[in-house]
């Protein structure tokens, strides 16, 4: 256990787990994972009515603005002809989005910058004049062999490889379409389910039981097709339509059932126009139910990693439906953030930084308490036969069997806590309670805890507490070395301590201290990046998993439980399961999955981890969906002058480098798409930087280099710790004109024809002037190898202005954000943002170009600039025309007036365009997060925007 991060931040308590989990039949259940993505993310109106995954895993939703792309980090609008919504979307066998809108029906295809643009199909369709009004295109349906759209009077179809358009007339009766085994069914009105063959109803036999009945969807399973409509399931077979009784049908009936998507492992995901969502297994019976809100669900779709998305009136929702992982958070009624949890009298008790709670499922459904038994936090818990010990901020207690109220063990003050409880492995009748300066032993008396002893930690920060042998305790310190100590649990007294530091082979790395803990038996031992393991009675370095797998070592905390081994950091969760050896990542691909804290099997058999917004829960016996390979790309290249020209470069290279001009900077974009949690990137440019950058965005910008080959070298990762498989980029920076070999060519030639006509003058002068050239020429070479050296060491420094404006780039502004935030929580100070945007500036890029277009950036950068102080203040180009000011110490009200001196300076100027603002500020507290203060200002910004533009708006909250 880590009880240091405890102490320092009061976020962890680690408590030994109890010997072997028993089963429950009160488990917790918990919730999907789920994430939300609503206008205040997308920027775009709320209404989606379709979606679709596209060949490269991007995601593509219908909206009433057009179509949205996700690309697992940004989302972009592309808008339609004549600003049409986007109806309906499919991927078509030629990899291609096709969408449907009002009035209109096309493709999406990718311009020469990499965004997608809408490319019209209606003229392809062979429309003309009044045909072209073919008002909504309620459906798009792709085949093998090509395209349908179904509008409001006829059936279009368009053939991939460019053959013949056709076109059907629809009845008014017709209604939706499904597409199953590669054949079209379509239900009409007053008629039922027919199958569509070359303008043909063909009648289906049952068919006619969905005359008056909407049907969901049609889903091919191996015992046939399953139809889901509104008066229950039905199979369609050989024998025609049969209804199939059973809890899936009464949960179908129970809703107004209006999609459905299969999943991979036979079961289905059933939404209604109610905003309910119900997941039916294989055999159709339910198991996940949940309601979004009151929003219709008008769409559902799988992503490649096996995320379920779901588009709704509102929102848009991602989920991991089916998964192993399930979550407690506020909407199971957790408060707070969890610090321990224990299974005791068929509950799950926590400790929160709001004090102790308890989770129960009874008959009408789970029943959250907080009890009263304390005004601070609750840090820890261990469930024993006799009685559930806590761990306070203030004191020890515990609860009684039979009780329910607990009892002070130790303390009564706030400086009198504990931080972490661990039962003796070998004494049942002992546990050590660790506080910030002393550790306390635990004993049972007459079946009843009691405080027995209490020891002074004598300075030691504890970073790991580890039994192995009676009394031997060893201890990891955040201040120094291991630590041995050797005590007489029957009174408490130290019989030896031991300090194991350099001269017992154990290297502490200044400022980091030490971390033990025990696998297979074996105690180690971290301090900073380096491993140790212990032999006898010195470490010795290890080089072996877990520690070899995590980025940070120092944050690696390791549990052995009846399900395996399990490896942690903040980010990255490694499992070995029972007798293997082999260490497997895990990624519950959530941002709830985000900052793992403490891991335990409880001894209901649940596996268990705290993380900063809830609790996870892992079942291993449900399958996840394996996701797709990652791929990792370029997608943009650019070089940039001297001059301010711009060169687009090739995004692969092949058996040549890509050649760059001399002179030239490089920016590159990164590209993986996932939508896990977005992804992250690093670099390495092999004989420039000397190690591996941090993980960060997918934007690099690399200045000018001396000519040479280069080899840059990049990795890829989601937020949840999945690799990518890595990539190079080869690329050469071509010679200046006096490096070319000519130049240097004749450079030689004319210093050989000088020096033999010196030689004609005088040996003596000759020689002279030969030592001379010779001193010459190294003073040219040191000059060189000392601007290499300085060009060397700028590259490897991360770059924080925008290349184009000059102002701060956005990894300043995420850096300065976090900054500012946590030293105006310290100072109880407030902290505002401005999200400043450029009103109408594509429309002058399409007029002016994109050359003056820039230029422009750069004169409002100048005049946003003016208006703040640098020293105190921070002014970032957020992205595109996008900009963002950072005002600490300043209250909202102050930073709307602010607001609103800007916008009319820019007014009044002479730049000739107007901006928007939308204005943020609080102080910081620490439930919240730096990122929700730009999303308010965003939000704001975005309301400006639809007010008209030209205006300050001011977040309400």
Known sequence: MRPSRLVLIGLLAFCLLAPLPEASAGTIPGAPLLQSFGSGVTKAMPGHFALATGAGGELFVGNVEGVLVYDGVTWELTELAGRSPGRSLALGADGQIYVGGYDTFGRLAR?????????ELLSRAGLRDVQRHVGIVWEVLARPEGVYFRAERNLHFLPYDNGNPERWPLPEEARSFYVVDDQLWLRVQGQGLVRFDQGRFVPVPGGASFADVPVAGLVERPDGVLVVAENGLHRLGGNGVQAVPGEGSDVVRSTRSYVVQALADESLVVGSLDGTLFRLDRELRLRERMALGAFAVHALGLDREGGLWVATEGDLYRLALPSPWSFLGPEQGLVGTPLDFAWHRNALWLATSRGVQRLRQTGSGLKAERLDWTRFEAHALLETEAGLLVGLREAMMVLDPGKEAPRVLWGGAPERGIYALERSTFDNGLVYALGSTELVLLRL??????????IPLEGISVNGLEELAPGELWFGDTRG??????????????LERTRFDDARGLVVTP????????LDGQLRAISGKAGFRREGERFVPDAAPPYTLVDKPHELLVEETPLGAFAYTRRQLWHRPPDADRWLAMHPGSPQAVGYANLRVNRDGVLRIATWSGLLQYDPETPAPQPSPLHLGMETVTARGPDGSVLRLPTRTGDQPVEVPAGHSLSLRFAMVSMESGAEFRYLLHGVTPEWSSWADRDLFIRALPAGDYALEVQARTRTGRMAPGMIYRFRVLPRWYEQWWAIGLGLLAVAGFASLLTVWSV??????????????EARIAERTHELEELNRRLAELVTEDALTGVANRRALESGLRR??????DQRRPLSV???????????????GHLEGDAQLRRIAQRLAAEHDPQRELLARYGGEEFALLLPGVHRDEAARRAERIRSAISASDIGMTVSIGVAGYEPDVQSDPENLLRRADAALYAAKRAGRNRVEVDAG
Request: aromatic share 14%; charged share 35%.
């Open 764 to 777: 003596r002068r000759r020689t002279e002037r030969y030592l001379m050239e010779n001193r010459r020429l």
């Open 445 to 454: 008396h007459d079946n009843r805890w009691q405080a027995s002893a209490e």
């Open 481 to 494: 070395p291991v630590q041995r100590w050797r005590i007489d649990t029957a009174t408490g007294k130290v």
């Open 111 to 119: 311009n020469g910058e990499g965004r997608f643009v809408y490319e």
């Open 834 to 848: 401005l999200m400043i945007d450029v009103d109408h500036f594509k429309a002058y890029n399409d007029t002016h």
């Open 820 to 825: 500012e935030w946590y030293r105006c929580l």
């Open 511 to 518: 400022r980091e201290g030490t971390f033990v803990y025990q």
